[in-house]
């Protein structure tokens, strides 16, 4: 197998990860790089609610939203089944750590990539964004992260995702700086 073979023989590639670690842009990235589909999950969940995430979050509660994630996940899987041309997915920062969709992404067929940041870089991205429900406080912010830890070290891939998107992408691309997870 070629350099990267691994990864660019995939049809799926999911990028999971914290708050703040550059899914979106980076799968914006990969995608228009390769010429491959991009789908952002929350993007996908806001358009068919019609409404953005706080709102979703204000009116339906944290479990309300996770029904519209993991509905938005399937149809955005089943989707990329029948696209002849790969797809790559932005999850959302809890999408990996909610146990019914973490099923569906450990399906055979689903590269789950791991953008893996030390949470003093995501609080530090995160400060200056603030359309995030669950970005409340400081130590909330780090208990969460502490949770999903598990969650997300069982990704297939795991990518430095402190460097700069560019780079991430590189990192995807040639599999040289990757470290598979459960190797
Ligand atoms: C969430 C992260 C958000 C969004 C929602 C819930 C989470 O996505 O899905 O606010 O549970 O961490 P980003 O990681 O893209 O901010």
């Known amino acids: 197998m070629p350099p990267g073979g691994e990864i660019r023989n995939r049809k799926l590639i999911c990028l999971a ?9 980076v799968g914006q990235l990969l995608a228009r790089q390769m010429g491959w589909h991009f789908v952002d999950l929350d993007t996908a969940i806001e358009e068919r609610a019609g409404l953005n995430i ?14 519209l994630e993991h509905e ?12 002849q041309r790969p797809t790559v997915v932005a999850l959302g920062g809890g999408t990996f750590a909610q146990p019914q969709s973490f ?3 450990r399906s055979p067929g689903c590269a789950v990539i ?60 040639t599999m040289e700086d990757f470290e598979k997870v459960n190797a």
Not at 17 to 25: A, L, P, V
């Open 114 to 173: 791991w953008l893996h940041c030390p949470v003093e870089d995501l609080l530090a991205r995160c400060a200056v964004i603030t359309n995030r429900p669950l970005f409340r406080d400081e130590a909330s912010f780090r208990k969460l992260y502490e949770q999903r830890l598990p969650f997300y070290e069982q990704a297939d891939y795991r990518v430095d995702a402190t460097a700069e998107p560019r780079r991430v992408v590189e990192q995807i691309l």
């Open 17 to 25: 990860g914290f708050m703040g670690s550059g899914k979106t842009t």
């Open 72 to 83: 938005a996940l399937l149809r955005t899987l089943g989707e990329a089944a029948g696209r």
């Open 54 to 67: 706080p709102a979703i979050f204000e009116r339906l509660g944290e479990p309300g939203f996770r029904e």
């Open 103 to 105: 099923a569906v992404l």
